[in-house]
């Protein structure tokens, strides 16, 4: 089944507001209900608005407000939840009234014999304006279902019949216009409130955000740019470029916009003496997505950045893996927001514990194994079966062990030929248990402080992975992506997780095509620019190139030919020979044996060079 795109919701809401509110509500109410023409009948008018407006108009589920898209007064968008029985009757009875038969504060209804013309009349009088048929049908079948088939005229069809549309009522009130964007009408999941509210207001009783996300980050004057801009899904962000162009640079940005804390040295300006204002803005979307924008300015007398404390950090918890083995965690359920701070860990200390902070993952992976309810420890095993490697099967923990020269419990992992103590894991292996381990006992620990205090467990969470290839084989290269992502069920079926992920890894990238949704995700690329010779950063569209080779010769990588430099430079020099009318036999010959030098023997160039080699007369 696939749904109607969140770009064509948004836009059908666009072309619905110069239209009249009756239009968009009470008048699909009274035919959806099949209001009777001339005859008044027994009518609950403002029930079954409210129903009508609950089904359509309900778009924020913590809101008693609904939203309407049509001419509004003062731009309020946001009505109050008695409007089908106050402003709305208003509008039925007075600037409409000629349209219905209707007996004074009772429940009969009807349509007057030339309501359609009664209509027309007064709505052309208030907006002049018709109704556009494709985008009413698609806002009022906006959560509904369809076939992998369907097309925008069977939604079209479903609206006019759902709702009794006649021709006349289609020719005189609907308009065929529509000015939809090049983008998909459908996607493959429903659309929430979190894809709707980036591009609409809050409604009027919107509790401040819990929880949060990164929905934008822009760089002046900082780092390697000048100017760095990422507007981030709430979903899968992958950041890709050359070393040494600024990935963990803005990662560490990222963390810092978040949580107010550096993990290592503070960013500086790009420019000594402050010839030029360096600044760090970013919003942080909450539970609802309705981000406030934040600037804050760096003080050149005090060498550090004016963070008021007024300025928001991330609400909610956030993991980051940085690409040196250390972790950093920030989870604000621990203390209050005010006195919140971020846990930076060296992969030593995520292992042994840390003083009161953690106890560590050696003493906490005996602890949970042991432990009756087996809570962490069933998690624990679910992560790292599915962040598992492909080659050697499941991480599937053992009985824990003693090894010499060590008091505790040591946890084991079962191989196809034996079982491991983790302190004998390769680096590999020992990367995806810390971060499986690491990942289990901070939302462990975030469920735990919450109930402590008396709080709600976030449902959305921020992880963060710095060249989330290091260390890993490309088969497992080809998996850990995917993994990651499908974690977030495996900690709690109603966890949102938004990924920050950088990475200079083909494979990784290869292996995003099969989770990677345009609609939710985006693809960052960080390159150096010939004309300025400054780091730039560019969001890129999404391309499926399938195999490895053709991902290291797309933009993403750019190389020239997915082969070594020496062999790139041969075929490069035979090409060039192959322009030449008349090469030199001695020419050929000596490019020939650069080709042997670097060339496998069944490589494609092979076929079209020793024809033109034996074109020209030269014996190989």
Known sequence: ?????????????????????????TFLTCKKNKLPIGTPEVF???????????????????????????????????????????GLQAINTQTFGTAFIHVRNSTSWAWVNDYIAQIQKTAAIKTKKKIP???????????????????????????????????????????DESAFPNAAAFQSEPISWNQLSNNLSAPPDAAPDQEGTLSKLELINVGPCDHAEMALSPRLNIITGD???????????????????????????????????????????????IAQEKKILYDNKRMTWKRTADTATIPGLIIYALVDGSYAVWDPSKNSMENADSLVLTRQQVWDGHGTNIEGLIRDWVKWQNTPE??????????????????????????????????????????????????????????????????VWAWNEHRENCRLRGIQPDSRIVVMVDELEAHLHPKWQRTILPALIGVQKL???????????????????????????????????????????????????FIRYGQVN?????PIFQLKQARSTRAEQAISEAKNLQLDDNPSDSDVQAAHQKLLQCLAQNDPFWPRWIYFAEKHGVSL
């Not at 407006?53 to 007064?73: G, K």
């Not at 009022?140 to 079209?156: C, E, F, G, P, S």
């Open 44 to 86: 609950p008018m403002d029930a079954l608005t409210r129903d009508f407006m609950n089904d359509i108009h309900r778009v924020c589920p913590s809101s008693e407000f609904y939203f309407q898209p049509y001419v509004t007064v003062r731009g309020k968008q946001w009505v109050a939840a008695k409007y089908p029985s106050s």
């Open 133 to 175: 048929l494709a985008a009413m049908a698609i806002w009022t079948l906006k959560n509904d279902k369809w076939k992998d088939t369907a097309t925008l005229d069977d939604v079209i069809r479903k609206f006019l019949s759902e709702y009794h549309i006649t021709s006349e009522e289609c020719s005189a009130l609907f308009s």
């Open 374 to 439: 087996k809570y962490p420890f069933e998690i624990l095993k679910h992560v790292l079966a599915s962040m598992s490697p492909p080659d050697i099967g499941e991480l599937t923990p053992g009985e824990p062990i003693r090894i010499p020269n060590d008091s505790r419990e040591i946890p084991t992992i079962r191989y196809p030929y034996g079982t491991v103590p983790i302190t004998n894991s390769s680096a590999g292996v020992g990367r995806i248990i810390t971060l499986s381990y690491l990942t």
């Open 243 to 289: 070393n040494g162009l600024g990935k963990t640079f803005l990662m560490d940005c990222a963390w810092w916009a978040l949580t107010n804390t550096w993990v290592g040295n503070e960013a500086r300006p790009k420019y000594a003496g402050g010839s030029r204002r360096a600044s760090i803005t970013f919003s942080i979307a909450g539970k609802s997505k």
């Open 1 to 25: 089944m696939i749904y109607l795109s969140v770009e064509y919701i948004l836009s059908a809401i666009h072309q619905l507001k110069a239209v009249h509110p009756f239009l968009g509500i």
């Open 491 to 541: 900690l709690a079926d109603e966890l949102e997780i938004q990924f920050i992920i950088a990475t200079h890894s083909p494979l990784i990238m290869a292996s995003s095509e099969s989770v990677f949704h345009p609609e939710m995700d985006k693809l960052f690329q960080i390159r150096l620019s010939e004309e300025t010779a400054d780091a730039c950063l560019t969001e890129e569209t």
């Open 550 to 554: 053709s991902w290291l010769t797309s």
